[in-house]
């Protein structure tokens, strides 16, 4: 079966630079949300989509931004990254049609910034 | 106040025994859903077994079940006959909101050791 879809899976940026992480769920699925995980901490959620609109927006800084395009794929655009944003980001998406569907994770980007 | 609490920051258990994963949750919702997630050291996260706040049995998938109990608002995760793949963090979450609004808060995590 189709899993969420991530890429890259790993990525090295250095201080100040920008970092584009792309998103593609799973078919027919309506919902897709963002996580940032720290080493060693639970996932932080971040922004999530519905149908292509902002449905709900978490811990999110600034200086970070994301959209849902029309073929429903996503993207976090990461700007002046911090050393601080070192950490994994979870991409996952659910169909909310279904009551008992639960988030499918993609395997997640490493983000390391130097 | 934390919406999902996990008091356990890491457990032992031995092989082939059976280990109970505490979880307890915060809402004021009348209809939301609880999930497990298992993270391998490897950073996958899995997701393992779900329960409906109107489901009135316990959940049951293979060896994972849920002690669930609503007026406690506590909905444990039991792993019977441990295996060392069960090594991992698990993670427990919570839904809560309808449709397109919906919101997924994660635990603290507790990280289970099997021992051989």
Known sequence: ?114 | AQKITQTQPGMFVQEKEAVTLDCTYDTSDQSYGLFWYKQPSSGEMIFLIYQGSYDEQNATEGRYSLNFQKARKSTNLVISASQLGDSAMYFCAMREGSGGYQKVTFGTGTKLQVIP
């Open chain 1, 1 to 114: 079966a189709a899993g969420v879809i991530q890429s890259p899976r790993h990525l090295i940026k250095e201080k100040r630079e920008t970092a584009t992480l792309k998103c593609y769920p799973i078919p027919r699925h309506d919902t897709v949300y963002w996580y940032q995980q720290g080493p060693g901490q639970d996932p932080q959620f971040l922004i999530s989509f519905y149908e292509k609109m902002q449905s709900d927006k978490g811990s999110i800084p600034d200086r970070f931004s994301a959209q849902q395009f029309s073929d429903y794929h996503s993207e976090l655009n990461m700007s002046s990254l911090e050393l601080g944003d070192s950490a994994l980001y979870f991409c996952a998406s659910s169909y909310t049609g279904q009551g008992r569907s639960p988030l499918h994770f993609g395997n997640g980007t490493r983000l390391t910034v130097t």
